[in-house]
């Protein structure tokens, strides 16, 4: 792969969208200009579609907690190979807003599905594919539900309209999971908008360093 994966990870009202903007503004200032951006669940017209489906369900049938997961998966193989493997190949960056991780947090965490089954489905599906870079946006579920209260569409979001203790749940298992893994940046993100910015062009500059980026430029 010429091109390196970013994401961008976090719940919601983390301030995900501004944090994608940041990203790409700070790659361009350091003379990377090939850049896209993704979303998942989406970023493909099947991806797209199976958005709609995840997000809003289908009239009153009620979603499994493993069709949701596999539907995700089936958004998230249709994006990788067809948008981001290739970007990445040709050398276009790509900045994801959301990726695996989401996954592991929200199914794992706050719907409770199995290490194991999680486990395989990633190493069925994406392989050793990950990311170069995560930026984990740490917002307490209380302040991200406040800031994203006002989005016109929480009535009909399921899973945005999940109970306190989904989210709970969900961000614990973030924080585990982050604590992790040495390519994930955790961002307090409970901050001001104008501080995430900063600490993000801050340790997005110190990682292109380390990649060796910056000295080619
Ligand atoms: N999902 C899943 O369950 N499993 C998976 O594997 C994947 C996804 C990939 C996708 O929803 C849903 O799918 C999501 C997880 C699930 N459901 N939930 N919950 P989405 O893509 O439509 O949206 P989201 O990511 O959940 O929500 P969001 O509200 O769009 O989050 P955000 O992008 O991080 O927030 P934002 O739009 O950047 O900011 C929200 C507001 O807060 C906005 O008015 C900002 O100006 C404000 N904001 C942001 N940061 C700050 C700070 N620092 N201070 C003050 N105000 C701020």
Do not use: C
Not at 5 to 27: C, H, N, P, R
Not at 76 to 81: G, I, P
Not at 194 to 214: E, F, G, P, R
């Amino acid at each position: 792969m010429n091109g390196k994966f970013i994401v961008i990870e976090g719940q919601k009202g983390a301030g995900k969208t501004s944090a994608v903007t940041q990203v790409i503004k700070t790659l361009k200032k350091y003379g990377i200009k090939d850049v896209i951006a993704t979303r998942e669940p989406g970023g493909t017209p099947l991806a797209e579609a199976l958005r709609k489906l995840i997000k809003h369900g289908v009239n009153d049938e009620s979603i499994t907690d493993h069709a949701e997961l596999l539907m995700l998966y089936a958004a998230r193989a249709q994006l990788l190979e067809k948008v981001i493997k290739p970007a990445l190949i040709r050398g276009t960056w790509v900045i994801g807003d959301r990726h695996d991780l989401s996954s592991q947090a929200y199914q794992g965490g706050g719907r409770g599905i199995s290490t194991h089954l999680l486990q395989t489905l990633r190493n069925s599906i994406l392989g050793n594919f990950s990311p170069d870079l995560t930026f984990y946006l740490d917002v307490l579920p209380k302040i991200g539900i406040m800031r994203s209260r006002e989005r016109f569409d929480k009535g009909n979001d399921r899973i945005g309209t999940e109970s306190t203790d989904f989210f709970d749940r969900t961000y614990k298992q973030y924080q585990t999971l982050a604590a992790k893994e040495d390519r994930i940046i955790t961002i307090d993100a409970n901050q001001s908008l104008v501080s995430v910015k900063v600490a993000i062009h801050d340790q997005l500059k110190k990682w292109l360093n380390t990649q060796q980026v910056l000295s080619l430029q």
